[in-house]
């Protein structure tokens, strides 16, 4: 399968603290992307690692990929309530191929 | 600039009857993607489209399913007969290849209930 798996399913926490998901795919891959899902904004990018890449940070996220491991990991820091939704990984291929995984569930806490 | 428009927004029918979907991506963004998610699940990719040529039908149920993108602009997908398991939310999503960014823009997508 090229699609990548989410870990945690699901994820509670209280506003202000720090929320991990992580994401393992089994296949080799071009790039990595991560995209947020609510229910008032839709499908949402929110960064893009390149397979040659091991760290991004944008405001308050931060990815990280491991290829050797062939998973990557989303940090969101300092979470907010309009953080909740849920998020997945894409993995991509050659060309503009992309898998979404299942997806883990956020909830903060305010 | 405008996002990516799909219509209709909701549609309910009644199994065996047809029903079509229809994208205006971003533009100038020559690839065009349709996904199925079903609750509780991530997208799906059914198709997808480099201007006017799909190069990725591989999980379209070519049966029943079908899809066409005319001047590689605007996109419909189509259902023929539906079927109860047919029931989810169709996204459309554009980008625009070559620029490296391979970031895609999602339009809201159409739930579907199959009845």
């Known amino acids: 399968s090229q699609q990548g798996e989410e870990d945690p399913q699901a994820l509670s926490i209280q506003e202000g603290e720090n929320a991990t998901m992580n994401c393992s795919y089994k296949t080799s891959i071009n790039n990595l992307q991560w995209y947020r899902q609510n229910s008032g904004r839709g499908l949402v990018h929110l960064i893009l690692i390149r397979s040659n890449e091991r760290e991004k940070h944008s405001g308050r996220l931060r990815v990280t990929l491991d290829t050797s491991k062939k998973s990557s990991s989303l940090l969101i820091t300092a979470s907010r309530a309009a953080d909740t939704a849920s998020y997945f990984c894409a993995t991509g291929f050659t060309g503009n191929q992309f898998y979404f995984g299942t997806g883990t569930s956020l909830t903060v806490i305010p | 600039e405008a996002g990516v428009v799909q219509s209709p927004r909701y549609k309910i029918i009644e199994k065996k009857q047809p029903v079509a979907f229809w994208c205006n991506p971003i533009?100038?963004?020559?690839?065009l993607y349709w996904y199925r998610q079903n609750l509780g699940q991530g997208p799906e990719l059914l198709i997808r489209y480099e201007n006017e040529e799909a190069v990725d039908d591989s999980q379209l149920p070519k049966d029943r399913f079908s899809a066409e993108r005319l001047k590689g602009v605007d996109s419909t997908l189509k259902i023929q007969p539906a079927e109860l398991g047919d029931s989810a939310v169709y996204l459309c999503?554009?980008?625009?290849?070559?620029?490296?960014?391979?970031?895609?823009?999602f339009g809201p997508g159409t739930r579907l209930t199959v009845t």
């Open positions: 999503a554009s980008s625009k290849r070559g620029t490296g960014s391979h970031e895609q823009y």
């Open positions: 533009s100038g963004h020559n690839t």
